[in-house]
């Protein structure tokens, strides 16, 4: 168990829905990762939040957007949502200062399975 | 930009046999190294890290590293393997600046034979 918790574990909704998942970080980290993982891109980088600060973007798309909330929770919004936007959401988390080498030691939640329809 | 390259998607081994997986980066500078390990439904598991230092790295579940400039290569090794060693195995590689982002290779697929 990495101490990172992500809700819900499987999701099905339909095309042109908006779907959130949630992202609880390990005690004490206070930068929070998403990323994506599919069969024809692979893991990808997504987005990464440092204490409620937005500080990289990588992979993504307009109708996606995150937030960190002051209790350092996080949170991926998927809207208009495609089929090809089927995919494992993989949240992680890090303690030390951006840029800082623990920063990218990184432990990944169970991730979400979202499945559209 | 930084990548990274598993040219093994898929390995087949022996219970107790040795396992090496290999890994190949890009970068310019010294990056900071990374195996991970997906089993089936699961999140990914750090094995080990290489930060600096000792170019040979020891991890969980009896997996090491070495980290080898001269061949850009970070591969992941095993003296024996179990058949619950069975899964998936990412290499990443993390460069300097503010974003600390992982860019990981596609993986290489285990199978262990009893």
Redesign the interface.
């Known amino acids: 168990d ?1 101490g ?1 918790t992500q809700t819900p574990k499987h999701l099905i909704t339909a095309t042109g829905q908006r779907v959130t998942l949630r992202c609880s970080p390990r005690s004490g980290d206070l ?1 929070v ?1 998403w ?1 994506q993982q599919s069969l024809d891109q ?2 990808q ?1 997504l987005i ?1 939040y440092y204490n409620g600060e937005e ?2 973007k ?1 992979n993504i798309l307009e109708r996606f957007s995150a937030q960190q909330f002051p209790d350092l929770h996080s949170e991926l919004n998927l809207s208009s949502l495609e089929l090809g936007d089927s995919a494992l959401y ?1 949240c ?1 988390s ?1 303690g030390g200062t ?2 800082g ?1 623990s ?9 979400t399975r979202l499945t559209v329809t | 930009a930084q990548s990274v390259t598993q040219p093994d998607i898929h390995i087949t081994v022996s219970e107790g046999a040795s396992l090496e997986l290999r890994c190949n980066y890009s970068y310019g500078a010294t990056p900071y190294l990374f195996w991970y390990v997906q089993s089936p439904g699961q999140g990914l598991q750090l094995l080990l890290k290489y930060f600096s230092g000792d170019t040979l790295v020891q991890g969980i579940k009896g997996f090491e590293a070495e980290f080898k400039r001269s061949q850009s290569s970070f591969n992941l090794r095993k003296p024996s393997v179990h058949w619950s060693d069975a899964a998936e195995y990412f290499c990443a590689v993390g460069a300097g600046g503010t974003a600390s982002k992982l860019t990981f290779g596609t993986g290489t697929r285990l199978q262990v034979t009893l």
């Open positions: 990495s990172v930068s990762y990323y692979g893991l980088f990464q500080r990289a990588g993989f992680a890090s951006p840029g080498p920063t990218y030691e990184q432990y990944f939640g169970p991730g």
